[in-house]
Structure formats: C-alpha cells, structure tokens
C-alpha cells in the first residue's frame, strides 16, 4: 500500500480512479463514510488491499469497564490500587 495526501479539489472518484482501485476499497481502507468528506492534506492508503488483513473499525467511542469495587479509588489504578470484578462496591475488598 501507498500514501496519497489529499489536494485541494480531490474527491474520492479521483483518487481510486488514479490508483485503478475501487472506491469501495478506497472508502473502507480509509474508514470514510458518507458524505465522503476529505480534508485537503489528510493522507489515505491506497493502492492494493494488504491480504490477510482488514483495517480496524469502530462505531462510536470505546470506554474501560470499571468495577463498581473500585469507584472512589484513585486513577490511574496502580498495584496498589488493583480490584477485581468481585470486589465490593462499599469496601473494594474481595
């Protein structure tokens, strides 16, 4: 695969068709959906598709699960400060 930073003009049409790869591709190679906003400068990974492999996906924000046995300890957690799942909620003791 190739980078190809974005110029001012570019829209994703061009940039498969100048790569000879199919925007589909283009589009989930590069995690961009619909309107298929491109921000001049942003660099895109283009040309073949890497085999065995597919770019990571994500739909919204990902958040730690936090035991209710550690709330109300400090953060970041240290050794100190490990709880488990089974922790109490009130003590944070097993």
């Not at 498969?16 to 906003?37: C, G, K």
């Not at 994500?58 to 922790?87: E, H, M, N, Q, V």
């Amino acid at each position: 695969m190739e980078i190809h930073v974005v110029s001012p003009g570019e829209n994703v049409d061009q940039i498969a068709a100048r790569y000879n790869m199919p925007v589909e591709t283009l589009l989930r190679n590069n995690q961009i959906v619909y309107p298929y906003r491109l921000a001049v400068g942003q660099a895109l990974l283009v040309g073949e598709e890497s085999k065995g492999s597919l770019p990571a996906e994500s739909s919204g924000y990902a958040y730690p699960f936090i035991s209710p046995g550690c709330w109300g300890r400090p953060f970041p957690f240290s050794r100190k400060y490990l709880c488990s799942p089974t922790d109490s909620p009130r003590t944070g003791i097993s």
